[in-house]
Every structure is written in structure tokens, then in C-alpha cells.
């Protein structure tokens, strides 16, 4: 099971992720959200760290330059896009790191295959979150994920939204063939962008 801590500010927290065998730490890049680390982190720093897991840059809306700029200046691996991005975007970035597509689903959408069908040639994984304004991090809410058990989707992909130690045992029940991992956030925090590494450790026991 693939675990991606999201809304990083600090580079000690980071560390400590990479000792825990974390696979994904998202870096937040819109600078609305109470976790944007663009003044909290050297870029130098994280792009000199030599750590196992993944540097990933999430990005809402952003423009082309401002993503390649922040894969140059801080050695980003992966880019998670949270907004409304074209598949054509996804495509040239794809080029130059991963692409993880943020699909927001509420308990009404009916057909998944239907929303991930323009992304399926151009990115690496999806991520599924409750339908909000595109904020990140924020709502600590589910969607009802059995939605995806009727879906194909036929990539891999995270669930994400609300997710706390206590929802170790139904992550481990739910089943689909191309379930990769979770994302967490706001529930491992001891305030925005401040991660509670105690619980992030009972977390990480809790799902093997």
C-alpha cells in the first residue's frame, strides 16, 4: 500500500516522512492554501535531498511555465494537478515527470470510466477526492468510495479526502484491482502544514 503525505512545509517533516518509508510528499504550489510551502521551504534544499520518496508538486490551475519552473527549481518527481487541467497538459508534462489527475467525485456521479476518459494516454495515476471548489486539504470529507468498485478505471490510482487513522481497516477491506494507495493531510496535522508524526507512524503500523 502506497501512503502519500500531502501539504509538506518543512524539510526536517520531510525527512522523517522518507524514515517512515513514506512513498509520495506533496508539496503544495497554490498559494491559497493554508499549506503553501513557497516561502516555508529552500528550493535548493528539497531538490539536493537525496530521500526515497517522491517529491510531488500539487498545482491548481496553474500555468505550463510556473509548473516546469518548480520541477527545475526543486527537483520535483511527480506533479499531482488539482484543478481543471487539459488532458493536453497533462500530456507535454508527462514528458518531463509523472502526472498524478486529481478526479473529484461526489455520491452522485454515476459513471467514473466516463470523467477519467480523457486523461487515460496522459497521465501515470489518478487521484480520487470529494467534489469541492478544487481546495486542498480542507473539506475531511469521504465520498463514498464503493462508487469505484463498479468503475474499470484501469490505471492506478489514490483515494483521497478525509482519510484518518482510524479508517486504516476499511482501507484494507476496500478492493479494486488498480488501487495503488492514499492520500492524506489534514487529519495527521497538529495545525495546516504541521504534521503529527506520531500519528502518521500508528497510521503507517495500522496498514500493514
Known amino acids: 500500500m502506497n501512503i502519500k503525505v500531502c501539504g509538506i512545509t518543512d524539510m526536517k517533516q520531510m525527512q522523517q516522512l522518507d524514515g517512515l518509508d513514506i ?3 506533496g508539496l503544495i504550489f497554490d498559494k491559497n492554501s493554508p499549506r503553501y510551502m513557497g516561502d516555508k521551504l529552500n528550493p535548493k534544499d528539497v531538490k539536493k535531498a537525496d530521500f526515497d520518496l517522491k517529491k510531488t508538486g500539487v498545482f491548481v490551475n496553474p500555468e ?16 499531482q494537478l488539482h484543478g481543471e487541467e487539459s488532458p493536453e497538459m497533462c500530456d ?48 475531511g470529507e469521504q465520498f463514498d468510495w464503493q462508487l469505484l468498485t463498479k468503475a474499470r478505471i484501469e490505471k492506478p490510482f489514490f483515494l483521497s479526502g478525509g482519510i484518518g487513522v482510524e ?38 503500523l495500522a496498514m500493514k
Do not use: W
Request: glycine share 6%.
Open 92 to 139: 507535454d508534462l508527462g514528458a518531463e515527470v509523472e502526472v498524478i489527475k486529481v478526479i473529484h467525485i461526489n455520491n452522485n456521479t454515476e459513471d467514473i470510466d466516463e470523467l477519467v476518459a480523457p486523461y487515460d494516454e496522459v497521465c501515470d495515476y489518478y487521484l480520487f477526492d470529494k467534489a469541492t471548489d478544487y481546495s486542498i486539504g480542507g473539506t
Open 167 to 204: 479508517d486504516a481497516v476499511k482501507i484494507k477491506s476496500f478492493r479494486h484491482p488498480d488501487f495503488f494507495g492514499v492520500d492524506i493531510n489534514s487529519r495527521f496535522e497538529s495545525s495546516p502544514g504541521v504534521k503529527d508524526m506520531a500519528k502518521l507512524l500508528q497510521f503507517k
Open 23 to 25: 512513498d509520495f510528499a
Open 64 to 79: 505550463m511555465i510556473d509548473v516546469l519552473n518548480a520541477i527545475d527549481e526543486y527537483g520535483i518527481e511527480v506533479v
